[in-house]
DNA sequence: GGTTCCTCTCAGGACCCTCTCAGCATCCGG
DNA sequence: CCGGATGCTGAGAGGGTCCTGAGAGGAACC
């Protein structure tokens, strides 16, 4: 699942430079030399990331920025540029780029630029992995692998997100009593909730393991 | 419905000036004036974006925002440093930030940077997308997608464009009473409001997610 | 002054979640 | 194959959360 990144740069020898280095991290680079050509490739082929040089031959960097986002194209862009003015940041970054990189630049600090705005793009709740689909603990429900979202009550998410922590691990009642149940007396609720999961994502989201307690996935 | 800015600087004399700027710009303003209180209000009361000072007493600039990143604090970051190095800023990326700028800077260019912070978490985008149709926030209306146009009121549409800046995110009651209703002391308001949206555009445009708030979208 | 709309409060009732319990199914040792 | 133990399942009471209609107060406009 390695990040995706469209480099518009026309200068040939920086492009590959900037690839060497990129691909060395583990992102999949894709190049154009020319705005024209980048414009194209964003369209057709979304990336997580951009980076783009201002000086740009057919489009530039900046009115390239602005089609995109007109378009609705939300990808993070990185701007590349000699100028180093305020004036000049402000510019592109109220083209619509989130971040601005004046030449000439470390390496290192390009890329923990690139981390940044992938961290952002990417990043997202809490998931855990349950049998059959993906437990969302903020949002307390399960979107399964044939793309139905589940919805979960705050006890059913609670058990589960439990049980998917430490996969493998057998639960005893008592021990889901305290942690999931604080104020019930009688064990017989974890069983009805087991029940609950079950009846809405399926028997094998949950194995019993007979005298012991209650398990994620499937025997 | 202005963005909320938390900004977390030692310095009063910074604090002040930036204070000023960024109020007449229309934001809304948090001061922290050490990191364990940024820390605190960050976790209490969240705001669209953070401006961090890395040279923090009680807790380190950097450490604020590893901490608030480990408890899931997805919130834009920008880190004010006097440290100019590369490594400096790659080390201050790496931590969670979002951008990094060195002093002294020029305020122009600290506005430009907060405004792509916004830019990304609460887009401006003048249209947002609502389950069965278009909310334009200039015109506060809903165009549906049978063709039909809904009008809305201030609080109506503020309420939609917050919910709808981030699909799938579950805003708290109190949460949306402090961003939407500002002058308010029940949570009912919320209730109500949503209410309303949901006569005049059917009951899938906000769910319910019981005991923790409400979300765009249908269950 | 009257009208209309918006904002906010409030209270009754509807609905959902939580938990208990009892009867039935299943498993395991003898 | 039998009996006891263990687990499963549906029904239902209780309590909390949420929905929804009614209405007061205010601002804008005629």
Redesign the interface.
């Known amino acids: 699942m390695s990040a995706r990144i469209l480099l518009v740069e026309d200068d040939a020898d920086l492009a590959r430079l900037l690839d060497r280095a990129l691909t060395g991290e583990g992102y999949a680079v894709t190049r154009a030399g020319d705005g024209h050509t980048g414009l194209h490739l964003a369209l057709t082929r979304p990336a997580d990331a951009m980076i783009v040089d201002r000086g740009l031959p057919a489009v530039e960097g900046l009115d390239l920025i602005a089609r995109l986002r007109s378009r ?1 194209v ?1 990808t ?1 862009i990185l701007v590349l540029s000699a100028r180093n003015s ?2 000049d ?2 510019e592109g ?2 083209a ?4 601005y990189l004046t030449k000439p630049f ?1 390496l ?2 390009l ?3 690139v ?2 705005l992938l ?2 793009h990417l ?1 997202h ?2 998931q855990l992995a349950v049998p059959g689909g993906v437990l969302d603990l ?3 429900t399960v979107r399964r692998d044939d793309g139905a ?1 589940v ?1 979960l ?2 006890r059913e998410a609670a058990l589960l997100g439990l049980l998917a922590a430490r996969p493998g691990t057998v639960f005893s009642r008592s021990d889901l009593l305290d942690r999931v149940f604080d104020e019930a007396e009688s064990e017989t609720v974890v069983d009805t909730y087991v029940h609950y999961c079950r009846r809405k994502l399926g028997r094998g989201v949950i194995s019993t393991v007979r005298g012991l307690g209650y398990r994620l996935g499937a025997p």
Chains 1, 2 share one sequence.
């Open positions: 609705g939300g993070p305020t004036a940041r402000v970054l109220d619509g780029a989130e971040d470390e290192t600090e890329m923990a630029r981390r940044a961290r952002r990043d709740a809490v903020d949002h307390r979202s919805e009550s705050e």
